[in-house]
């Protein structure tokens, strides 16, 4: 079998596709009224502030932030719930993002913009129906947002290969350690740079990389 790179595979597959983007850190969050109410009118208007019960519930690095940073981050989340799969809403994920805006799959080496970003949301949850994310460290910096988290979900799609054909999933689950970090201007995304674990993603679905047919054997 032939070793294929981990960048070939990754863009070849397009699994960079934001790390699935869903919010699903805190259960009670992602199913928060506010940010359901802000995902129904397409990310035209900016979402509710957050309440101090939700900024208490998130794991936030530092829990003093400014009425701008509190902004910023509303975005973020909301970017994150509209990504869940059980609710995915790709215009409002789109229009968040200026009219430049660019996200970045800094692994695969792969950048959507436009109206490629529209392409994000239902890719992930054609392969992980119930996608989400699970967000563990929060930093708020300004017009900077870092986070640490991981991308979970049931491998229950198809995977196209980058050799033909597809990957079943059979059901497997999927939890890949991922760091995200979006840069904002005036409320809009203008890049969102997400670095996925896809060893372990991969590893996670059944695909793994054919490290016997790599070793040198002169």
Known sequence: ?????????TAATAVAVLGGLTIAAMPSQAASPAHNTAA?????????????RELA??????????????????????????????????PTF????????VFNDMVSGVAYRGEALGTVLPYMKG???DVHRE????????????????I???FDGRLQAPTGGFVKGKGQKVDAPTADFWYLKNGKVTTFNCFVGYSKMYSDMGVDFDWASAVDKH
Do not use: C
């Not at 079998?1 to 595979?9: E, P, T, V």
């Not at 129904?40 to 101090?52: E, R």
């Not at 400014?66 to 799969?85: I, P, Q, S």
């Open 40 to 52: 129904t009118h397409g990310g035209t208007a900016p979402p509710p502030p957050l309440t101090a």
């Open 152 to 154: 979970q979900g049931t």
């Open 127 to 129: 392969l992980f129906s």
């Open 57 to 90: 519930k998130l794991p936030l690095t530092d829990r003093h932030l400014t009425k701008h940073e509190k902004a910023n981050l509303a975005v973020v989340l909301r970017d994150y719930y509209v990504a869940e799969g059980s609710h995915i809403d790709v």
């Open 1 to 9: 079998m032939k070793l294929l790179s981990r960048k070939s595979i």
């Open 94 to 101: 789109v229009n968040s993002f200026t009219k430049d805006g």
């Open 135 to 150: 967000l563990k460290r929060i930093t708020v910096n300004g017009d900077t947002i870092s986070i640490e988290l991981s």
